[in-house]
């Protein structure tokens, strides 16, 4: 009786997100529309594992499918992994110079310190207008920190970055801004804070730390991020190294994909 109860109110769920997709005109087509009737219970049935329980319209082979398909193999479908080299060895100053649009960059202890261990003004500045320049572009999610050994520390979202907004790193005008007033204003913020110590930082309780293997499947990658609140997980290869993030929107946009494929 219980089980009954979530699945009537699931499906009514998936009739209000129907009646609201119409009012804001969304156009949505009959395939859509039964996507999305489902979509409430297939969450459930990914949350309970009770996938072999549900037959209907095919949605016990795509869904099992979906299953067994790793952290590694969605993030890359949707360009959040990278590469060992680009992990190891990120460019800030080409970065900053053509305002590249990036989900996330990875930092180091040195990145924004001289070969004497100090503050390099030019580092942080070129830092700063790279992780400027991808919120702007509406597409970063985190900054990770990792250790010498490309393992990830910890990791901060990009509202923790907002400040940064404020401060006039891309120029404009014809008069540029003097640096060392952007490296004092970019130093008294968040970002300031962590490029000064970042594996300190990031081992505070400022920092995420939700690290989860590649090859973990999307069910248990899901139930990790419900579990601690978190939007974002970095994920790490066998070794422990960085080698990308997975979100939660991504996870839920490839259950919705394998519900409309099924529909069909």
Known sequence: MPE?????????????????????ELGLGETSK????????????LLTGKFTEFEALGFKTKLKQLTRETTLTA???????????????????????????????????KVAKDAAGKIDMDRVLRVASAIRSSIVCGQFKMLIVVDRNRKPV????????????????????VI????????????????????????????SPEASKLIIEATTNLQNAYKELLKSGQEE???????????????RSVIEGRIVTNIIEAAQ
């Not at 590469?83 to 053509?98: I, N, T, V």
């Not at 204003?185 to 990031?202: D, F, K, S, W, Y």
């Not at 997980?233 to 997975?246: K, M």
């Open 75 to 109: 993030a890359r479908a949707h360009d959040l992994a990278i590469s060992y080299k680009e992990a190891a060895d990120p460019d800030f100053g080409s970065e900053a110079l053509w305002q590249e649009c990036r989900p996330f960059y990875v930092i180091t202890d």
């Open 4 to 24: 009954l109860l979530v699945g009537t109110i699931l499906f009514f769920l998936g009739f209000v997100i129907i009646v609201a997709g119409k009012r804001l």
């Open 154 to 173: 910890g990791y901060f979202g990009w509202k923790q970055f907002i400040e940064l907004l404020r401060i006039p790193l891309v120029i404009y005008d």
């Open 233 to 247: 997980a970095v994920f790490v290869d066998r070794f422990d190294r960085f080698d990308g993030i997975i979100t």
């Open 176 to 203: 540029p801004t003097d640096p060392s007033l952007l490296f004092n204003q970019v130093m008294a913020t968040e970002l300031g804070v962590i490029l000064h110590n970042p594996e300190i930082r990031a081992k």
């Open 34 to 45: 039964v996507a999305l009737l489902v979509a409430p219970l297939m969450f459930y049935l």
